[in-house]
């Protein structure tokens, strides 16, 4: 996709940038649901292999999964 590859911001040690590769700088945090939401708010697509960085929200301190357990537990009980 040309046109489509990461906001180099200034960065040229950014080798995906300099190739024009479609990427993203963000971090890819993926949920119990296996949905995916990506930490860069310009970021389309929240594809695996856009992203260096992805994480579990559970490994995140206080992640929303934890949260989301912690109220249907609320809920259930």
Not at 12 to 41: A, I, K
């Amino acid at each position: 996709m040309p046109g489509s590859a990461g906001n180099n911001d200034g960065m040229s040690s950014c080798l995906d940038c300099t190739q024009d590769v479609d990427h993203c700088h963000g971090t890819l945090v993926v949920h119990r649901d296996r949905t995916v939401e990506c930490t860069n708010p310009a970021c389309e697509l929240g594809d695996l292999m856009r992203h260096v960085f992805i994480l579990d929200c559970d490994a995140v301190q206080g992640g929303c999964c934890e949260a989301e357990e912690a109220a249907d537990l609320a809920v259930a009980s």
